[in-house]
């Protein structure tokens, strides 16, 4: 079971749209998946409640930092979505819990500043260094071939982290995610430019 924890301090870089559309990835190939969501406002989680029941399932995870619980047996995938502001003892306690840690981060100076902070904890973490947590770096709603882009790549590499991927800025999440609906659950031919983006993210996480 692998337990993928998608976090920013920053608020509105993207994270709660990584993390359902990576829940609504793994229920899309018939795997067992739960999301987790431990931000107050519980807005992945309410994505949930809109998520249509015909479509591949997607369970609830309740996380207690305070008492943090391992996810049930026979899990294949959790993905946990956080909060803005996580730091200190919680953030601890969700690498206690973290496989694969990804970075959602929008390819701005006043957003790179503001996570540089965190990254550099990130990339200092015992496990981190000796392997046992992968942590990788997404860019939201940038250009690959912007100036944007390669300024974020020469920050994150100055770090030793990866950039698994970049995903363009479109209505399509936004327009998705008001019905519960992923790129997954959706014909390929209406969000295949974003699909495609998605491979290099999905290969890491699947370890190849």
């Known amino acids: ?38 931000d107050r406002q519980q807005s992945a989680h309410a994505w949930l409640d809109l998520r249509p029941a015909t479509l591949p399932p997607i369970e609830t995870w309740s996380v207690d930092l305070d008492n943090p619980a391992k996810p049930p047996k026979g899990l294949e995938h959790a993905v946990v979505d956080t909060p803005a502001g996580l730091h200190g003892s919680r953030l601890a306690t969700v690498l206690e ?37 992968e942590v990788g770096v997404v860019g939201m709603r940038v250009d690959a ?3 944007s882009a390669e300024q974020l790549q020469r920050f994150v590499e100055g770090l030793k982290l990866p950039v698994l991927g970049y995903l363009r800025d479109t209505q399509n999440y936004v327009q998705l995610a008001a019905h519960g609906l992923t790129l997954w659950d959706v014909a390929k031919s209406r969000v295949d430019r974003d699909v495609e983006q998605w491979q290099p993210i999905l290969s890491w996480l699947n370890g190849k």
């Open 1 to 38: 079971m692998t337990v993928i924890v998608v976090a920013n301090p920053k608020g509105g870089v993207g994270k709660s749209t990584l993390s359902t559309n990576l829940a609504g990835y793994f229920a899309a190939q018939g795997e067992w998946v739960a999301l987790a969501d431990l």
């Open 97 to 133: 819990l973290a496989d694969k840690v990804i970075v959602p981060l929008q390819p701005s100076m006043f957003d790179i500043l503001a996570t540089q902070d965190f990254l550099d904890r990130l990339s200092k973490e015992k496990a981190v260094r000796k392997g046992t947590i």
């Open 145 to 147: 071939r912007t100036r």
